[in-house]
């Protein structure tokens, strides 16, 4: 059975400071996909970056990038020059083994507050 | 934008009513999935359509649920006999066959039982 697990429940920061979210996931497939979303309090949900299983790099985009560590099966995000809109709840989420036709699950997130 | 819209946008209903939710994703959206979320939750996963077939029903869900996706285009996710456990965010979400299968969610419909 797939999981996924975000043991942070609250952090704090302070603007301009990076931040790592941490995200642990179980699998027994040989193929899947990590994202990162972010849900402001207005609800939406807003997708940050994607990791396959396979990528030699590890992904970034823009001031997030994902530190994918495949032996350990952790995939945080990672946050430079934090701004005071990143405030936010994020979720980590993982795709199984069937490819972009795979379910989708999702951690319990981590509330991100950031600090003037 | 996303493209997806969800109605209603709120509904309050007594317990042991039945309600149902509607989803339309864009044309482009293959996939549909829907999702339960309660405050200070994740998603949790309910069930997901590749065009009109569903390929996976979550074994948390009672018999009270079901959704559908007729020809593949919009979606509905009905409760039926609801109780105040069901009070919660019902988001719907689709996505094409992209490299990511990244999901494009709407705003979803929150359910209110009392």
């Known amino acids: 059975a797939q999981k996924i697990t975000q043991t942070q429940p609250g952090m704090f920061v302070q603007e301009k400071e990076a931040v790592t979210l941490d995200c642990t996931y179980d699998?027994?497939?040989?193929?899947?996909?990590l994202f990162w979303y972010k849900q402001p309090s207005s609800g939406e949900m807003i997708f940050l970056i994607y990791?396959?299983?396979?990528?030699?790099q590890n992904a970034t985009e823009g001031r997030y990038s994902l530190n994918f560590q495949k032996a350990r099966k952790s995939a945080n995000l990672v946050i430079s020059a934090s701004q005071l809109g990143d405030s936010a709840m994020y979720f980590c989420?993982?795709?199984?083994?069937?490819?972009?036709?795979?379910?989708?699950?999702f951690g319990s997130g981590t509330r991100l507050s950031i600090r003037p | 934008d996303t493209g997806v819209s969800q109605n209603p946008r709120h509904k309050i209903t007594k317990r042991g009513q039945n309600v149902t939710f509607r989803c339309d994703p864009i044309?482009?959206?293959?996939?549909l999935y829907w999702y339960r979320q309660t405050l200070g939750q994740g998603p949790e996963f309910l069930t997901y359509?590749?065009?009109?077939?569903?390929?996976?029903k979550s074994r948390l869900l009672s018999d009270r649920f079901s959704a559908e996706r007729p020809k593949g285009s919009f979606s509905t996710l009905e409760i039926q006999r609801t109780e105040q456990g069901d009070s919660a965010m019902y988001l719907c979400?689709?996505?094409?066959?992209?490299?990511?299968?990244?999901?494009?969610f709407g705003e979803g419909s929150r359910l209110t039982v009392l």
């Open positions: 979400a689709g996505t094409w066959g992209s490299n990511t299968g990244e999901l494009f």
């Open positions: 359509f590749q065009n009109e077939a569903q390929l996976e």
């Open positions: 990791q396959g299983s396979y990528d030699q």
């Open positions: 044309s482009e959206h293959n996939r």
């Open positions: 989420a993982m795709r199984g083994s069937r490819g972009s036709a795979s379910k989708i699950i």
């Open positions: 699998t027994s497939d040989p193929s899947y996909g």
